[in-house]
């Protein structure tokens, strides 16, 4: 049981690491700039998109999706209470400064553009024939295919 939370604990840990380095690039680079703000934060949405993409790639290959979604996530949403709970912390504000308007746009975004990666990153491995379902149906139309042995009586 602890084995299958270790990968859930990684992945939210880097989706909130994306997270704070994109604080830091507006704290540090871009104070008090909304424009560049809201577009570092748009980057960091996509960047969390993508890195779910690939994870959800990668794990589309090696489990079934009853064994990956899951896990998928409750990494997504983990990382996602991260984020929005602790990472403004980091900002030097408070997660619910903005109002509750600006907390739920949060909310929103994150779980869109996770929803649109884990797709992303399935619907890409289902298309090039990579994901378990295909590569299992593909392994049982080749043993289907090869001729059985012969059985030779005496």
Do not use: C, H
Not at 46 to 54: E, Q, R
Not at 84 to 113: E, K, M, R
């Amino acid at each position: 049981m602890r084995q299958r939370w270790v990968p859930i604990a990684l992945v939210a840990v880097g989706l909130f690491a994306i997270n704070v380095v994109a604080r830091l690039i507006i704290r540090l680079g871009f104070d008090g700039e909304e424009k560049a703000e809201s577009r570092v934060s748009l980057g960091m949405f996509a960047a969390i998109g993508l890195a779910l993409a690939v994870i959800t790639f990668i794990r589309a290959q090696q489990k079934r999706p009853s064994e990956w979604l899951p896990e998928v996530t409750a990494a997504a949403v983990l990382g996602m209470l991260l984020t929005i709970l602790v990472g403004p912390f980091i900002s030097g504000d408070s997660p619910f400064a903005g109002g509750a308007g600006n907390f739920f746009s949060q909310v929103w975004l994150y779980g869109g553009f996770a929803i649109v990666g884990t797709l992303l990153g399935y619907w890409i491995a289902t298309a090039l024939g990579r994901d378990y379902r295909s590569r299992s149906l593909s392994a049982f139309a080749q043993s289907r295919a090869t001729k059985p042995r012969r059985v030779v009586r005496r």
